[in-house]
């Protein structure tokens, strides 16, 4: 009993980023402060600090504050970094996350239209940042990303490359 006031106490104090459209296998949430595991389903609410993890077979949809929506592959591990939207401040706007491994389609929210450097995607080969985007990436030993609306920029330590839907093949 004590256990689950005090889970609920730490979710209260924390940032919601969204909530769970679609759920199926097993999807979990990390919590940043408590370090417990709590099952997502649909109408779960997730917070800015959370780990999503979806298991074999696992998959989620998350819909974001800002409209943003993320589909998680099985097998994924996304962090919710720090995540804050206010319509009427644009200077306090911040959807940022870590992609530990997995994969994921998203289709960003009113975060990073105006400023995109208030939007990305970190990982441990490179850092994604959006511009109007419809993309997917998947980590495993290698970075992968696709661009089917918008563009994507890759950061690391050998350079920048622009991926975007006007892209010459």
Do not use: C
Not at 36 to 60: F, M
Not at 77 to 103: C, H, M, P, V, W
Not at 129 to 149: M, P, Q, S
């Amino acid at each position: 009993f004590f256990n689950a006031n005090v889970i609920a106490a730490s979710q209260k104090s924390a940032v919601v980023a969204g909530y769970i459209i679609v759920a199926a296998g097993p999807v979990t949430a990390l919590d940043v402060n408590d370090k417990q595991h709590r099952k997502l389903k649909r109408r779960s609410k997730v917070y800015s600090g959370d780990t999503l993890i979806t298991g074999l077979a696992g998959r989620a949809q998350v819909k974001f504050k800002d409209g943003a929506v993320i589909a998680l592959h099985e097998n994924t591990k996304l962090t919710i970094n720090e995540f804050q939207y206010d319509i009427e401040d644009t200077a306090k706007q911040r959807s940022f996350f870590t992609l530990l491994k997995g994969g994921f389609r998203a289709i960003s929210g009113a975060i990073g239209k105006q400023r995109a450097d208030d939007y990305r995607v970190d990982t441990p080969l490179a850092t994604i940042g959006i511009r109007g985007t419809h993309y997917e990436a998947v980590l495993t030993d290698v970075l992968g990303v696709a661009v089917w609306d918008g563009g994507v920029s890759l950061k690391n330590s050998g350079g920048v490359l622009d991926i975007g839907g006007n892209d010459e093949l």
